[in-house]
């Protein structure tokens, strides 16, 4: 599948939504809204056809799609989505973090999955476009903020095992608080040991629903086991990542340790603490670490921290480690807390963005 870099920007047709939300009851369900369940007015949606490209660039009402049963993701399952947020700052304006990022991801995952590349321009102004009707849904509240799903899929009907000639591209978005109910406590952690999230050569590192699907009997086991999320290994029993969060170590001499593996999605968030970090001072090593490295670390006091972080969360420090026959007690540090704060105080524009990470989404 060829990229189509060629586009790089389209027109989009604008629907205003009749049945729009009203601002009083906008109000109220922006006050504390559960992750992932309120969605906004509107819509963008873009159409790929392999005749076409991309074309039928649109903000419509949001609203349940028409799929043909024969659509080729509903049985193969081609396809790939990203998360990113937008944050209200104090003088009202609405930024977004690292876009640039994301949409390099998501052609990366494109790629993997055989789906059709979506420019990256073309991926930046689709969040602008939500944002230009929905604007008003970026909530104004400590650590809310909007989350924006877009999201692309083979729509077209055909039974066939081959990448579709037709894909459907969308962003939706949700208004957010808190991740964890509970703010940033230290989660724990159960160590999957039957179930893998990835192998070797597989679509670990990109952003596809397969991933999730796989996760979520082991994401089962860890809540049997009184965990609040897990953690996999690959086939040298080597640390991957959390279901959905990477995962850093912070060592004694104030080293950040982080999984490198081509079997994990590389995480924005991470990438931007890790930079904080470096900023501060601190050696970053991105390479291999064994869940004995874990282990014996704890134990000689070498690993003085660890967390997790991703988009959803921001950061989350690791609390427990429970594996089958262990239960490690991660001591809790002050860098995770600190490094959360650093990057959400420029998030929201509380701190300077000296690395230009932010792109202002309602102008
Ligand atoms: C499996 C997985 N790993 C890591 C991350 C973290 O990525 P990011 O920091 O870009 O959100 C995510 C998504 O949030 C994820 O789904």
């Given at each position: 599948m060829t990229a189509d870099t060629s586009t790089a920007s389209l027109a989009f047709t604008v629907t205003r939504n009749p049945a729009a939300v009203e601002p009083a009851r906008r109000a109220e369900l922006l006050r504390e809204p559960a992750f992932g369940t309120v969605f906004t007015d509107h819509m963008v949606g873009i159409t790929w056809t392999?005749?076409?490209?991309?074309?039928?660039a649109r903000v419509q009402p949001y609203g349940p799609l028409a799929l043909d049963?024969?659509?080729a993701v509903l049985h193969y399952a081609q396809e790939i989505f990203e998360g990113i947020k937008a944050y209200r700052h104090a003088d009202g304006s609405v930024h977004t973090f690292r876009p640039d990022q994301n949409g390099a991801r998501i052609q990366r995952s494109a790629r993997r999955l055989a789906l059709p590349e979506l420019p990256v321009d073309v991926f930046v102004q689709s969040l602008r476009e939500l944002i230009a009707v929905d604007?008003?849904?970026?909530p104004s509240g400590a650590d809310q903020s909007l989350y924006l799903r877009p999201f692309m899929f083979a729509?077209?009907?055909?039974?066939?095992?081959?990448?579709?000639h037709e894909v459907s591209y969308y962003v939706i978005a949700s208004p957010v608080g808190a991740?964890?109910?509970?703010?940033a406590k230290p989660v724990s952690i159960w160590l999957s040991e039957?179930?893998?999230r990835a192998g070797k050569g597989?679509?670990?590192a990109a952003k596809t629903g397969g991933n999730y699907a796989a996760s979520l009997l082991p994401q089962a086991e860890a809540y049997e086991q009184g965990c609040d999320q897990v953690v996999f290994l690959d086939q040298d029993r080597n640390v991957e990542e959390l279901g959905g969060m990477n995962i850093v170590f912070v060592r004694k001499d104030g080293t950040l340790v982080t999984p490198a593996s081509d079997s994990i999605l590389e995480g924005i968030t991470r990438a931007s603490l890790l930079q904080l970090a470096r900023d501060r001072g601190h050696a970053v090593e991105q390479r291999p670490v064994s869940i004995d490295e874990w282990r014996e670390g704890v134990a000689s006091g070498d690993i003085v921290e660890a967390f997790a972080c991703g988009t959803a969360a921001v950061v989350a420090p690791i609390g427990v480690l429970k594996g089958r026959d262990f239960t490690l007690e991660q001591p809790a540090g002050t860098l995770a807390l600190s490094l959360r704060e650093e990057l959400t105080d420029i998030q929201y524009g509380r701190r300077e963005d000296r690395h230009d990470w932010l792109l202002r989404l309602d102008a």
């Open positions: 392999e005749q076409d490209g991309w074309h039928d049963p024969a659509a604007g008003d849904w970026v729509s077209e009907p055909f039974l066939g095992v081959r990448p579709a991740y964890f109910k509970g703010g039957d179930y893998a597989g679509t670990g």
